[in-house]
């Protein structure tokens, strides 16, 4: 038999009246278009989240599960009707197929899921059918997962800072805090690597408080050793599972408490996903730390799966656009527009934009005439280590 792991790639809605509930509708379309691209004896199961599982019993040969997949994407090819909503979307699959080296369905499950994740960084609506190459990738990721476990103790984790800047005048206005590994035998390990592997196992909740308090702790620093820049921020990345965890809001509070930080020169990163998750306790959350005074910035804005009705009950004062958007802005009309839009709707509701990712002088020209106020990116510096980001505050 043969397990098929899929997930929804990003996607867009067209339609003018988003209600909140198009999320749940869309996957209920999408459990639909998976039943109709299997056999009735095939069993389709939600795993969570917008993925899916699906159970081949009885194949004929290896290649069914690929045949099984092209169909279940080609369902996805044209735009489908969702009520009065118009969707445009991709699936990627992973397939792990039976051989003798299973023996059981919860490895294939696992497997298929990696070969998922594979199709997804690939760009999405593609499938990878799982391997001997991932397999021993599998194992150094529970080497990984071990390593990754000692790493607090041992003191591996380090803050790096990037700058952040007024677009206007190029201003260094302050830095996004962003974690390092110093891994001891495989070097400087980059987050992209571990965070989604410490979101699964919960190691993030320690990961994420270790960089709150070392981000905090060190930006008090340099107020007190440059009190002619006063103004200047720190930007902590707060993850799903943080903004869920019970004791957060009391833990940044005493952070800020004992690291003497003043709250107004601290900023919050959610990402529109992890906000997402919860919507209704993410905002109660969020006021409650803006009653502390301190910022709140949605990170990663336009790769998420919120719909635009929700933004304006944020709490938040500022869109991070994403990389991802600002990439092509300068040779695509569309990625363009789309910055445009968002930057007069977040103007509109009163909030500031931040565009991250930019590397290219054109682009932070756009920028400008888009009226962007801030901008972060290779073009002004990579994120550095603290004694580099304070030459940068010295300059
Ligand atoms: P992010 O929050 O979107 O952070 C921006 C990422 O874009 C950083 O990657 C940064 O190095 C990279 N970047 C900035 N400017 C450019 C550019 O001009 N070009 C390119 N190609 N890349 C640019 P990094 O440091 O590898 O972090 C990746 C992600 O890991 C972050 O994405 C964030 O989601 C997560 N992360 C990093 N540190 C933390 C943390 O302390 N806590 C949590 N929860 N997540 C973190
Ligand atoms: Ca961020
Ligand atoms: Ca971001
Ligand atoms: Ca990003």
């Known amino acids: 038999f043969a397990v ?59 290649s069914a599960p690929v045949r099984v997949v092209k169909r279940m994407q080609e369902k996805f090819v044209l735009p489908f009707q969702l009520h009065e909503h118009e969707v445009f979307s991709s699936l990627s699959a992973g397939m792990a197929v039976s051989g003798d080296q299973y023996t059981e369905a919860d490895v294939m499950l696992r497997d298929a899921n990696m070969a998922m994740r594979r199709a997804k960084a690939q760009g999405g609506g593609g499938y990878v059918l799982f391997d001997r190459g991932m397999h021993e990738e599998a194992l150094r990721r529970l080497d990984l997962e071990l390593d990754l476990r000692r790493a607090l103790e041992k003191e591996q984790f380090e803050a790096y800072y990037q700058p952040i800047v007024r677009v206007k005048d190029g201003r260094l206005t302050g830095f996004e805090a962003l974690v390092r590994w110093n891994h001891p035998e495989r070097g400087l390990i980059s987050p992209a690597e571990f965070i989604p592997l410490a979101e699964e196992n919960g190691l993030i909740v320690h990961i994420g408080r270790w960089m709150l308090r070392a981000a905090c702790q060190q930006m008090r620093q340099w107020q007190l050793a440059f009190p002619r820049r006063p103004a200047l921020t720190v930007s902590v990345n707060l993850s799903a599972r943080q903004l869920l ?81 600002v990439m092509h802005m300068h040779e695509r009309a569309e990625d363009c527009s789309f910055v445009e839009t968002i930057v007069d709707l977040a103007h509109k509701l009163g909030r500031e934009v931040v565009c991250e990712g930019v590397e290219l002088p054109e682009q932070a020209a756009l920028l400008r005439s888009l009226g962007v106020e801030y901008a972060q990116g290779f073009l002004y510096s990579r994120p550095v280590t603290a004694a580099q980001a304070e030459m940068l505050i010295i300059e």
């Not at 409650?288 to 336009?302: E, I, N, P, S, V």
Request: hydrophobic residues 40%; contains cysteine.
């Open 245 to 325: 965890h019970p004791e957060v809001l009391a833990e940044i509070r005493r952070t800020l408490r004992e690291t003497g930080l003043s709250p107004r020169h601290l900023k919050l990163e959610i990402t529109e996903s992890a906000m997402m998750e919860n919507a209704e306790r993410a905002i109660e959350l969020l006021e409650a730390l803006k009653r502390t005074r301190l910022k709140l910035m949605l990170d990663d804005f336009g790769t998420g799966y919120s719909s635009l009705s929700y933004l304006h009950r944020l709490p938040i004062d500022a869109l991070k656009v994403d990389r991802s958007f």
């Open 4 to 62: 098929i792991h899929c997930g929804v790639d990003r996607f867009s809605v067209i339609n003018h009246s988003l209600g909140n509930r198009v999320g749940d509708l869309l996957l209920i379309e999408v459990a639909n278009l998976l039943r109709r691209a299997t056999r009735p004896t095939d069993m389709v199961a939600r795993l969570g989240g917008d993925e899916f599982g699906v159970l081949l019993e009885d194949i004929r040969d290896a």
